[in-house]
């Protein structure tokens, strides 16, 4: 189908809507808001890394003792 000469609705992209402060030379609270969600998820990375170090650990520890008594 040809394109139509006529309607150029939506030709060049699209803009991002500018929040009255945006426009007036402040900063968005967007970034700011990516940067705190960011943040949180590091947060709950890195627990999540120790919870399973600590499991791992746990799990290794009784392992070792199962052997100690067999020998006695």
């Not at 189908?1 to 939506?10: E, V, Y």
């Not at 060049?12 to 700011?32: F, I, P, V, Y």
């Given at each position: 189908?040809?394109?139509?000469?006529?309607?150029?609705?939506?030709v060049?992209?699209?803009?991002?809507?500018?929040?009255?402060?945006?426009?007036?030379?402040?900063?968005?609270?967007?970034?700011?808001d990516?940067?705190?969600?960011?943040?949180?998820?590091?947060?709950?990375?890195?627990?999540?890394?120790?919870?399973?170090?600590?499991?791992?650990?746990?799990?290794?520890?009784?392992?070792?003792?199962?052997?100690?008594?067999?020998?006695?």
């Open positions: 189908m040809a394109k139509s000469r006529n309607n150029l609705l939506g060049g992209g699209q803009r991002k809507k500018l929040s009255r402060a945006e426009q007036q030379g402040a900063g968005s609270a967007r970034g700011a990516r940067k705190a969600a960011e943040d949180k998820k590091q947060e709950l990375v890195r627990k999540m890394r120790e919870r399973a170090e600590a499991q791992a650990a746990t799990t290794a520890e009784p392992a070792a003792d199962q052997d100690g008594p067999a020998q006695s």
